[in-house]
């Protein structure tokens, strides 16, 4: 009597329910741990002082100076740190409405010029509403 082994004509195959299952869990992971902060980028340090926040009725334009001088408008980034650069993008970001408030966040560390240029690319182009925003000062 001849006893037939059919485990040599078997074809191997390969189970991807296990390496879905582990790339889904990865997927997940890395979805929940990723912060979508936009302030997360920036890490500015603002100067302090003492006052009342004021509330602004409409949304106002975004004018960041980081510690180094660069320059961000709203979400974009100015590419060079000159004043026509930076007027150039506002411009952009802003369209044709000058009367819309604009916030003016700089770095405590950041030169003095880059300050002084922000405020000049906001005059030339027709500006008046420009408030500075800083930092609640430290009670002992």
């Known amino acids: 009597m001849r ?6 004509h ?3 195959e390969i189970n991807l329910v296990p390496l879905i299952d582990v790339i889904l869990v990865l997927i997940i992971f890395f979805v ?3 912060t979508f902060d936009s302030r997360s980028m920036l890490q500015l340090q603002l100067p302090s002082a003492t006052g009342e926040p004021v509330a602004a009725q409409t949304k106002a334009l975004s004018l960041l100076v980081n510690a180094d001088g660069r320059y961000f408008v709203d979400e974009r980034e100015v590419l060079r740190t000159d004043i ?7 411009s ?3 369209g044709e409405d000058r009367e819309r408030p604009v916030l003016l966040r700089a770095d405590a560390r950041t030169p003095h010029q ?27």
């Open 114 to 140: 880059a300050v002084v240029t922000a405020l000049d690319a906001l005059g030339q182009l027709g500006f008046r509403k420009v408030s500075i925003a800083t930092a609640p000062e430290a009670r002992p």
């Open 92 to 94: 952009q970001v802003a």
């Open 32 to 34: 929940i741990t990723t």
């Open 3 to 8: 006893i037939r082994d059919d485990r040599a």
């Open 10 to 12: 078997e074809e191997p």
């Open 84 to 90: 026509d650069a930076l007027k150039q993008t506002l």
